[in-house]
């Protein structure tokens, strides 16, 4: 029996316990079950609004079981960096995990430690590198590569044959074009496109100033 423990009870934690018990109920996963979380503190979200999840202690002490797969249900790029390290010095094996409701093309590649969230598409060729998260109503186009450890948030796109580096994070619905390629550490803002190819460490926005304005003053009853 494969033990799945989820690592992170934030709001992606509960999300994704959410999606498991699901796939469970329905038999998708047979053989598995959740074993329960991993967080600093029993005070976690996921543990206050999930009656019978099990709390096993902090990441840093964690030691693995040999059926242990874990899922670092973290949003943050170097939130999954660091995680990852930590639990592999310990010798623990990451848990890939693709949601019922996905397509993923037989001849794409899943690297251990990714998560697909439902409703989303890997297309043919595609290369998903370890320890990825590709959030809910994301499209992974022909021939894309994500780099490690890399987090798309919900509704994003890599059009064919486009490229994010290691540790890119991708806003809600931004957008690579087809072919661009963006370098190691890169951040695309939500909603916004990327149409060209970019270096390292590089943000790229395509919002407008955001304003928020008081409406005028009423006049006096």
Known sequence: MTRIVIAGG???????????????????????????VLDDGEDCELLRKTAGATYLGPIRDYRPHADDRIAIAV???????????????????LFTYTHGSCWISPTASLAEGTLVCPNSIVNAGAVIEENVVVNVFCSVGHGAHIGANSV??????????????????????ATLFPKVSMGAGCVVDAHSAVKQSVSDDTTVSTRGQYLVLPHRQRPAP
């Open 75 to 93: 949003g943050s790029v170097a939130g999954r960096r660091k995680i990852a390290a930590m639990l592999r010095e310990h010798g623990a094996r």
């Open 10 to 36: 934030g709001g992606f934690g509960l999300e994704l316990y959410g999606y498991l018990c699901q796939d469970l109920a329905s038999g998708r996963l047979t053989g598995h079950t959740v074993a329960g």
């Open 152 to 173: 798309l948030s919900p509704y994003c796109s890599l059009s064919g044959d486009s490229r994010l580096g290691e540790g890119g994070f991708m806003g809600t619905r």
